[in-house]
């Protein structure tokens, strides 16, 4: 994944970004073309894939009863895994992709760190004994710049989607009994109403971008991780990458990351919803 | 901002490690853990925008740092440490990396540098901000937010941040001046 560019195609990528006119036309704030398709992985309980640009995700959603965690007896666990298939790179053969495997579970995981992303609480079966443990795994097919996004927006989807079988309880103590429903229209969804989605945002030369392409990444020092939620609160942020970026640069970054991601989930929702109508569970 | 390519330039390492008995409620088992890996990378990353690695070519700077307590505020003062002992071993540095630790509570209240009881209240009631600078060229190396703040907040939190960094950054300046004898940045 290393490009390789000449000065002046550095120079030309900069000051295009500088100029809000990118070298595809796009402004600072314009993200490409995403396409979302759901309910795709019939032996998930959630899936979506998502593609965007030359990045491709696949996110499938799997949930389990388990034993509730002994700090946390009312809540239910949360585990999001991503993986770089050694289709997208054949430098993500064996353990190549594994710092950047790392760096993606680190950061979809942070978006989901504060209480009201998704609410645990719902996941709980029994307190103190039982609930359910949602398996997130974010397969990376094609890795073409900006994965973070596409990930988180292929996440959202994948939880909106996500069914859980209704759990009937019955006794209690050392009787009782736990009855998971195998009829796959006796389900219900996760409130997904909170759910944020990553918005990166890159620091090139003296301005900023979102969504760029691999070229603009190279050209990139520095980005900061922005979890928008859809209400315009942000439930995470990190700045990562090498490179120092300028505190006004960042108060500007974070006021658009906010804008751009408030209208993407305006977006999303609108579509989500439009599907779930055409559906006929 | 100067973009280069770094194929000759130094690369920067670090290994995080909390101790075992370091917190409390805690065995740190003696195997880096997956939250070590991820802040042994934003340190190295806030570093490597700090070390002039074109005067290291083809070397490595391995920085290693061991939390022997943990009473809050750990990402920041690791942040802290690493820059002052890398100019305690004369790598050449653009500037000092501070970090300052805050806790923002819902209703506005902001505590600086809590303590670890502090820190780990519920994220619905609050967020952790963790925010390195470099004082003198006035660039933000690391940032970190747990936990939810509304945006019109944000502005808050990185000026109480920035301006904890820049009371330390006076302490540090003042211990190098003493200690090395020489203007430090």
Redesign the interface.
Known sequence: MTTRLSNAEIQYIVDGVEQDFRSDGRGAEDYRQIELETRILPNTNGSARCKLGKTEVLVGVKAEVVDVDVHAPHIGKLVITADCSAVASPKFVGKGSEVLENDLSNVLSFLYNSTNTISLNDLCIVKGESCWQLHVDVLFVQCGGNLFDVASIALKAALYNTTLPIVKVSGEGIEMEMEVSDDPYHVWKLDVSNCPICITLYQIGGGFAVDPSEEEVACSEGFVHIGVQPNGDMSSMEKAGAGNIDPTTLLEMVEVGVRVGEEIHKQLNKQLDAEKSLAKL | ?V?S?QSTGGKVMCEFKYMPFSRANTYSEPRQT?EE??IS??IA?AM???IILSKFPKSEVLISIQMIQDDGGTLSLAMTAASVALIDAKIEVRDLVIGCTIRFYNGGRILVDPTAEEEHT???EG?GFHLA??PS???????????????AQ??EC?EAC?EGCLRIATAVKKLLEETLGEQPG
């Not at chain 2, 006035?138 to 945006?151: M, N, P, Y």
């Open positions: 901002a973009v390519t997956f890996k991820v990378k934003t990353e490597e925008g700090v519920k994220t619905s967020a600078v470099m060229l006035s660039q933000v190396t690391a940032l970190k937010q747990a936990g939810k703040i509304e945006q944000a502005r990185i920035w």
